[in-house]
């Protein structure tokens, strides 16, 4: 292909960005393909903090960031579009008057981004679509995740649209079924049985391109930049996975209360000095875990179980929504602002952040072992 001018690749991505409709955008009617909206939840809000961050508050406040304010989340819906054509490479989904589904990049912003830097995208939509025979005819809700090993984005993100779906099936007796992509972690397998949808109502992206005769699309439940659920949604994730995940006191006995989470199989973030960490840590009573070595269900019985969580920032936090109550310590890079401050505080949660010294791109730190200290007698 010759190559593209700069003014032409501008134009290609403002013309092609301003069709789609979805990820951080509520759908709108369009055309006949549009079938019907239904909803089902009311907008909410929530008065952030009124406290900022503790310890190290010598370094600036505006990196740290206080996390107050109002929050707000739109009312929600879901739509249903007729003749759909879904490509799995692309994450694109469109039927013949435009595109209306983008999977795999967050928001419209970084879909334009992205077609300014390979302008080839539009011609590979436009004109070299695989073309299929595969159909699927009965109503389908893609959760084709942009960050699809990342479970703070899918549980956060993803499992809050099922919510959608459930009341979806209550109005019109149907039985959807959701799209994942090929071969999805046994932990997002494991999520979906935890609310019902098991193998029989899952379908996976085994093809290049997937017609669909009924796409149903869920409105955008985020306005906050850290992809935050909203407290209605919090709540259907806790009763959901509460109500499914037995915690017996035989399964008390065998879990500790006091938890370290450890990054050290992770590529970021991990803590340096480790090895001391740990080991005072585990004189005041703490158990190590590296989540990647247990399995779904075992992690949110662990958390469940737990009366005190120390972890660097990172995914496995999301658990925090499981607890009724809980004391949370994070340990946060330099000038790193987490959405664990939010989420914990929206829970109810004691929630203490350190601010560690970071030494590298990675965002590996260095922990003060005297903060650690000051943060467990505060909890």
């Known amino acids: 292909m010759k190559k593209t001018t700069h003014a032409l690749r501008s134009q290609i991505a403002n013309v092609f960005s301003s069709l789609i409709h979805l990820n951080r955008k509520k759908v709108e009617p369009t055309k006949s393909n549009h079938e019907k909206t239904y909803f089902f939840k009311n907008s909410e809000t929530w008065n952030g903090l009124n406290e900022p961050l503790n310890n190290k508050t010598d370094l600036p406040i505006n990196k740290i960031e206080k ?12 739509s249903e579009f007729s003749e759909v054509a879904l490509l799995s490479k692309s994450g694109l989904a469109f039927d013949e ?25 539009i011609y590979n939509f436009m004109k070299n679509r695989p073309g299929s025979n595969t159909r699927e005819k009965k109503p389908v809700l893609p959760l084709l995740s942009y960050r699809s090993d990342n479970i703070y984005h899918w549980i956060s993100e993803y499992l809050p649209q099922l919510e959608l779906l459930n009341k979806y099936r209550l109005e019109t007796n149907e039985q959807p079924i959701v799209l994942l ?22 379908k996976y992206m085994n093809v290049d391109e997937l017609l669909l005769n009924r796409c149903l699309l869920c409105s955008s439940r985020i306005q906050s930049p850290e992809f935050l659920p909203s407290p209605r949604e919090l709540r259907f994730l806790r009763k959901t996975i509460v109500g499914k995940t037995n915690l017996t006191e035989e399964i008390r006995s065998d879990l500790p209360r006091k938890i ?70 994070e340990f946060i890079p330099q000038y790193y602002p987490s959405v664990y401050t939010v989420l914990a505080n929206m829970l109810g949660h004691n929630y203490q952040p350190i601010i560690a010294k970071k030494v590298n791109s990675q965002e590996d730190m260095i922990v003060s072992k005297e903060d650690v200290d000051k943060s467990l007698h505060s909890v």
């Open 67 to 78: 996390r107050e304010g109002i929050y707000s989340w739109p009312s929600q819906s879901i």
């Open 97 to 121: 008057y435009e595109v209306i589904y983008n999977a795999n990049l967050p928001n419209k912003k970084s879909l334009k981004i992205e077609i300014k830097k390979n302008p080839s995208i």
């Open 181 to 202: 992509e090929a071969n999805p972690p046994e932990w997002k397998l494991d999520s979906l049985d935890l609310f019902g949808y098991t193998e029989d109502y899952r």
């Open 260 to 329: 370290y989470i450890s990054r050290e199989k992770a590529n970021n973030r991990r803590v340096v000095n480790q090895k001391e960490i740990k080991e005072y840590l585990e004189s005041k009573g703490f158990v190590e875990y590296t989540l990647e070595d247990i399995g779904f269900i075992h992690q949110i019985l662990l958390f469940r179980n737990a009366e005190t969580v120390i972890a660097p920032h990172g995914a496995g936090l999301t658990h925090i929504i499981y607890p009724s109550s809980i004391n949370v310590i």
